[in-house]
């Protein structure tokens, strides 16, 4: 059965970090793309990053650019995503998710407030 | 950036009557490789968003046949053959040919 387990959400200040990871099971993690979706609470969904299989390459959605960083450790089918200066916008729950869309993480909250 | 946008952004069905989302792209969702990325996705209260239809037309294991996808292009849509309770939730399409992928604003499917 896929697994996919998001930890590491919780509430921060505007200007924080935080690092979020994702612990994978059921597939061959280090042969797949992997993705971080973010949803603000009730509104719609955005995709943040892509990473390829063996991290050598990634992609960022435009409003994230230089604030977050993916990156994955295969030996431990981890994924993770570095979120710096938080914003009160970054508030959402973020999904890990194979990029076809097939498999998603139950997600992790994070929630930017003073 | 690829738009998505969906209609009607609210949908009440009465029980065992059909129901239908467009979804338009700003541009062409055909691949260099030819394929079309476009898939639909199903969130119900409280869950994560689970994939119903992969590739236009490709329904997902488990997916009752009473969903169904279709389009080609710049111009797509998710059928419902029969609403069920079961189908109360937010219907996204969703575009994975170009970077950043996006998705349509959400289709609120609910029972009148």
């Known amino acids: 059965e896929v697994q996919l387990v998001e930890s590491g959400g919780g509430l921060v200040q505007p200007g924080g970090s935080l690092r979020l990871s994702c612990a994978a099971s059921g597939f061959t993690f280090s042969r797949n793309w992997m993705s971080w979706v973010r949803q603000v609470p009730g509104k719609g969904l955005e995709w943040v990053a892509n990473i390829k299989e063996d991290g050598s390459d990634k992609y960022y959605v435009d409003s994230v650019k230089g604030r977050f960083t993916i990156s994955r450790d295969n030996a431990k089918n981890s994924l993770y995503l570095q979120i710096n200066s938080l914003r009160a916008e970054d508030t959402a729950v973020y999904y890990c998710?194979?990029?076809?869309?097939?498999?998603w993480g139950q997600g992790t909250l994070v929630t930017v407030s003073s | 950036d690829v738009v998505m946008a969906q209609s009607p952004l609210s949908l009440p069905v009465t029980l065992g009557q059909p129901a239908s989302i467009s979804c338009r792209s700003s541009q062409s969702l055909v691949h260099s490789d030819g394929n079309t990325y476009l898939n639909w996705f199903q969130q119900r209260p409280g869950q994560a968003p689970r994939r119903l239809i992969y590739?236009?037309?490709n329904r997902d294991s488990g997916v009752p046949d009473r969903f169904s996808g279709s389009g080609s292009g710049t111009d797509f849509t998710l059928k419902i053959s029969r609403v069920e309770a079961d189908d109360v939730g937010v219907y996204y399409c969703m575009q994975g040919t170009q970077w950043p992928y996006t998705f349509g604003q959400g289709t609120n499917l609910d029972i009148k």
């Open positions: 590739k236009v037309s």
């Open positions: 998710v194979r990029p076809r869309g097939d498999y």
